[in-house]
């Protein structure tokens, strides 16, 4: 363990030697930070193929500019990611780093990163801690602020009439904050609310307690394997009947592993493969033709996050108070149709409801279904008062 | 109460998964007194092998059979080439040098299929399901994994105590030295039991890859319940890893589901939505505290 990471290092300080040496006067110099070891690295990947097909298709340039491109592996592991991209930043200062995934590790990059002068862009983790009083000029954030894909489906359950909710998240800090955010915008009843550990495998326990207490909707946050075990142990138990609302639970990143069970299954989501604008019938087709399977959410985030940074670079060079306001200003084509920063430079954005579908081609992919809130400020922005 | 009912067959038939794992498990640290943490690995590896075989070699059933095969290939290869030269020494090692092995094995697997999680089909046979209580269909598939604990466990059962195999491995794992000094060909015995132990892990991947998601480092959450198991039930000893993962299945299934519901109707408030799922994951381990208080070798163990 020790060895991998020592020579993880090692390369890195390697690599950003011989970066240096051969750097031009005028370059950008960007970092992904992003999970790509361990059972969550295909959210990592995600991250890592979705930005470097915005970079690609700009050519390798942003804004003009040739760009030096690190690539750190932040393990999940916030001590981790903290020592690497401190080394990183101590040896060569950033304009731009990207990432991470998890929030855990983003608490624990933020300060590092933002006190170096370079911004922080968080294409995934949206913090509340970052969002209200604590928010921060030189942070901005391409995804979502994490309350707000859960509120969808509390608004989605609430608009449908639906009267009585079972809902289920892993028992841990997200998964508090996911059902507190689908519960923030559901009016119905909570017939039960039920944390299940991280680790568990088999969920045929809360499948019976779901069929035994009838309710009109199911929510769940269940990330990773746990949604893959619900999702196949859901179907087979024949629960048709009741509908299942999800956040990251039913996505591009679980759906190859959750087959034909997935069908059927709703996701709240601010973005879906078959979402209907110019930019992102650019993006979608040329994802997979890269990479060989269907982008989910993270990827897209990514790829705007690379489109956002070239159109603030084009306009504002590499000063970095006039890089802030040409960021604040948003000025891309994002995959997501509208988009723009709020004060707390979060994104104010609409969500959506998807339906997991079956394409042409056998693939699964979560397609959009309605637009439940329109331009959603999260509920943290109206503390943040920006220096 | 039919519910209940409903969650005792959940727990039964986590057990005798539990049980697949373990058996192999107790059989390695009883007769060899070595501690296997890449057990774990040889049930993900299983799965995996599963998931290839399935879809290159004609469906589930050949591939349960060639998946279990191949698993316990890999075990006497890892046997040959690492845990040999383990024997003998101090259980710190083992825990290291095996350690190693899961880390490499889960990087391994990585590399060969990928880190996205797959999928592995129910065989059409089985994949039907029979109305259990209203609204819910319990599925074949699990009635027939349970059958095939039982079945494991018999036969395991018969082989260790009515065979001449078995006599071996039960004198093994109480005199070592004695054995060898008659004889006997330890390190055959010791390869045969590891083989067998690699196999009915690699068995339990392949059976429970329909239910879960196959994934790096799936081996890891069974492999702490498989040493549960072990202790409880006493070390070396096949009825004690039966009666242990039946014990273990239904606790664990059983509390999560029966103690989240009294939390919450004891107390109110979010408290009680926290303080219910903790118990609830502590329970299995209260009572293995509880069983070595009163039988410090467990239940059943193997008679020294």
Known sequence: ?387 | MILFVVQALNGFQLGMLLFLIAAGLTLVFGVMKFVNLAHGVQYMLGAYLGVTFAAHAGGFWPALVLASVVAGLAGLVLERLIFRHLYGRSELDQVLATFGVIITLNEIVRVIWGSSPLELAMPEGLSASFQLMEGLRYPVYRVALAGAGILVAVLLAFVVNRTRVGMLIRAGASNQEMVGALGVDIGGLFRLVFGVGAMLAGFAGVLAGPLVSVEPGMGENLLILAFVVIVIGGVGSIRGAFVAAVIVGLVDTLGRAMITDAAKALLSGPASARLGPAVASMLIYLVMAAVLAVRPTGLFPARA
């Open chain 1, 1 to 387: 363990m020790l060895k991998t990471v020592l020579a993880g290092q090692i390369a890195l300080v390697m690599a950003a030697v011989a970066l240096a040496g051969g750097a031009e006067a005028q370059s950008l110099k960007v970092t992904v930070i992003t999970t790509l070891t361990g059972p969550q690295a295909p959210l990592g990947e995600q991250i890592r193929d979705g930005f470097q097909l915005g970079l690609d298709t700009l050519g390798g340039k942003l804004g003009g500019l040739p760009v030096e491109l690190t690539i750190i592996d932040d393990e999940l592991k916030p001590d981790v990611a903290v020592t690497k991209i401190r080394a990183l930043l101590e040896s060569q200062k950033q304009d731009f780093v990207i990432g991470p995934v998890f929030s855990v590790v983003k608490a624990a990059i933020f300060k590092p990163v933002t006190s170096s002068g370079a911004f922080l862009i968080s294409p995934n983790a949206g913090l509340s801690t970052f969002a209200g009083k604590a928010c921060s000029p030189d942070l901005f954030v391409t995804s979502y602020q994490n309350d707000q894909p859960h509120s969808v489906s509390g608004q989605f359950a609430t608009d449908k009439g639906y009267k009585r909710a079972f809902i289920i998240a892993p028992n841990y800090q997200a998964g508090r904050d996911a059902l507190n955010g689908f519960k923030s915008r559901y009016k119905g009843e909570v017939v039960s609310e039920d944390y299940v550990p991280l680790n568990q495998m088999d969920m045929q326990s809360e499948i019976a307690k779901i069929a035994s207490a009838k309710p009109d909707v199911v929510f769940v946050f269940l990330p990773g394997g746990l949604g893959i075990n619900f999702v196949k142990q859901y179907r087979q138990a024949g629960l048709t009947n009741i509908p299942v609302l999800s956040t990251f639970t039913v996505d591009e990143s679980t759906l190859p592993a959750e087959g034909d069970a997935a069908i059927g299954f709703y996701s709240g989501t601010n973005w879906a493969p078959n979402m209907d604008n110019a930019a992102n019938k650019v993006f979608e087709p040329a994802f997979e033709k890269k990479f060989s399977y269907v982008p989910a959410t993270y990827a897209a985030q990514a790829f705007d996050t690379a489109n956002l940074i070239d159109s603030a670079v084009k306009a504002a060079g590499t000063d970095h108070d006039k890089l802030r306001k040409a960021l604040e200003k948003a000025d891309f084509a994002s995959v997501r149709g509208s988009f723009k920063f709020g004060v707390n430079h979060y994104p104010v954005q609409d969500f959506y409801l998807a339906k997991v579908a079956k394409r042409a081609d056998g693939k699964l992919q979560t397609e959009i279904l309605s637009k439940v809130l329109s331009n959603d400020v999260d509920p943290y922005a109206a503390e943040c008062k920006m220096p």
